[in-house]
T-cell receptor, first 114, second 114 residues
């Protein structure tokens, strides 16, 4: 079974609008971390935001927030006030406490329309 | 504070040749990871080092692949007898042994095997 599922291959959003990128995960480990990364066309993976499985509140970092619904095993990324520079691939990832590697989804390509 | 660096950024080689990539992690990070990313996919874990010890290897890492991290600083990934299927982006990441264990990625080395 896939550890991380991103069901939106591509998304479009109008500049200055908010957009939600979906991510669901699968683990039996009670302790895990969830991450979102941005990958522009240059190729570098840029860390955006982290959510721990025991965190009571949703994580926020500037215009990025993570809508964490533990019972549904979802960790959606919300980008507010989209900018043209937000156009990129976005990857959701998970690290289980018992492991060392990250499991990545297949990514969502976001295009911001002026 | 310099980030993760990787060299070379691009490598074109002929099938059957050996190639070696280098990764310099963030200086205070003791954990180092290698991933492979093919077009349209998320990164796939290859191997993990804690200091100089290689603690985990993916089954994706065939016997043609070898990685080292002498002295627990930089790391090298060597691919022997390259095949066309080895063409991919090879990403290196490092992390500190802290609460989140967030991985920070380098710009990657794009390998093309002709």
């Amino acid at each position: 079974a896939q550890k991380i599922t991103q069901t939106q291959p591509g998304m479009f959003v109008q500049e200055k609008e908010a957009v939600t990128l979906d991510c669901t995960y699968d683990t039996s480990d009670p302790s895990y971390g969830l991450f979102w990364y941005k990958q522009p066309s240059s190729g570098e993976m840029i860390f955006l935001i982290y959510q721990g499985s025991y965190d009571q509140q949703n994580a926020t970092e500037g215009r990025y927030s993570l809508n964490f619904q533990k019972a549904r095993k979802s960790a959606n990324l919300v980008i507010s006030a989209s900018q043209l520079g937000d156009s990129a691939m976005y990857f959701c990832a998970m690290r289980e406490h018992t492991g060392n590697q990250f499991y990545f989804g297949t990514g969502t390509s976001l295009t911001v329309i002026p | 504070d310099t980030g993760v660096s990787q060299n070379p950024r691009h490598k074109i080689t002929k099938r059957g040749q050996n190639v070696t990539f280098r990764c310099d992690p963030i200086s205070e990070h003791n954990r180092l990871y290698w991933y492979r990313q093919t077009l349209g996919q998320g990164p796939e874990f290859l191997t993990y080092f804690q200091n100089e010890a290689q603690l985990e290897k993916s089954r994706l890492l065939s016997d043609r692949f070898s990685a080292e991290r002498p002295k627990g600083s930089f790391s090298t990934l060597e691919i022997q007898r390259t095949e066309q299927g080895d063409s991919a982006m090879y990403l290196c990441a490092s992390s500190a042994r802290d609460f989140t264990d967030t991985q920070y990625f380098g710009p990657g080395t794009r390998l093309t095997v002709l």
